[in-house]
C-alpha cells in the first residue's frame, strides 16, 4: 500500500485525535494516589497515565474509517521513541516526544510530532524544553508536516494560550513554522479538544 501524503495525513490525524480525546475516561485523566497519612487518596493529574490512554485510544480508532483518512495502517502511531544512535529526525536522537503519526522507516512521511502537558505543570522550564521538541522536529531536514502541543485538564484557556505563547516567543519559532504548530486543550474528560489556535501569533 502506498502511503498518502503526508499533509492530509497530518489533517486527517488531528481530527482523529480529537474524537480518541473525548474516549479518555475520568479515571485515567485524573489517578487517585494514596495518601500519606492514610486517609481518602488525592486526586492528581499524572502525565504518562492520561498518554498512555490516549495512545490506546488513538490505537483503537487507527482501525476506523477515520484512522484509514488518516493513511492507517501505512502510518501508525508510536510512543516516546528513543533513536538514540539511530538514523533519526534530529541529529544524535536527543528528542523523545510523546506521541507521532508518520510511516516507520520512511522520513518522507512524518506527519504529526506531539508533546503532552498537564495544565497544573506549566512551569517555564519543562514546557520551554517542548516547545524545543516540536520546534527541532519541525525544522529539521527530514521534519514533520504538522506538530501539537496538547495540554490536558481544568484551567482558562486564554491564561494557557497566553503562557504558552509567551514561552514560545523565547524559543524562536520561525514564522512558518509557529503556522504549522497547534495549541489543544482538553479540558475534561470525555470532553472534545479545543484547538487555541496555532503559534504564529507569538512571532
Not at 485515567?28 to 494514596?34: E, M, R, S, V, Y
Request: charged share 25%; with cysteine; aromatic share 8%.
Amino acid at each position: 500500500m502506498v502511503p498518502i501524503d503526508r499533509k492530509r495525513a497530518a489533517v486527517e490525524f488531528l481530527k482523529l485525535l480529537v474524537d480518541a480525546g473525548r474516549l479518555v475516561a475520568d479515571r485515567w485523566f485524573l489517578l487517585q494516589t494514596a495518601s500519606r497519612r492514610g486517609n481518602e487518596p488525592v486526586i492528581r493529574y499524572r502525565e504518562r497515565v492520561y498518554c498512555y490512554e490516549l495512545y490506546h485510544q488513538l490505537r483503537t480508532l487507527s482501525d476506523s474509517r477515520l484512522g484509514g483518512d488518516a493513511g492507517a495502517p501505512a502510518y501508525t502511531l508510536s510512543g516516546e521513541i528513543d533513536k538514540a544512535q539511530l538514523n533519526a529526525v534530529i541529529d544524535g536522537g536527543r528528542h523523545k516526544p510523546d506521541l507521532v503519526w508518520h510511516v516507520p522507516g520512511q522520513w518522507q512521511h512524518n506527519a504529526v510530532v506531539i508533546e503532552v502537558k498537564a495544565a497544573d505543570h506549566l512551569r517555564p522550564g519543562p514546557l520551554r524544553k517542548d516547545l524545543q521538541t516540536l520546534s527541532a522536529f519541525l525544522r529539521a531536514e527530514r521534519g514533520y508536516e504538522r506538530a501539537a502541543l496538547l495540554i490536558y485538564g481544568d484551567a482558562e484557556g486564554e491564561v494557557l494560550r497566553r503562557r504558552v505563547l509567551q514561552t514560545a516567543a523565547g524559543v524562536g519559532f520561525p514564522a512558518d513554522l509557529a503556522q504549522r504548530a497547534h495549541l489543544l486543550w482538553h479540558p475534561r474528560p470525555r470532553q472534545a479538544m479545543q484547538d487555541l489556535g496555532s503559534l504564529a501569533q507569538c512571532v
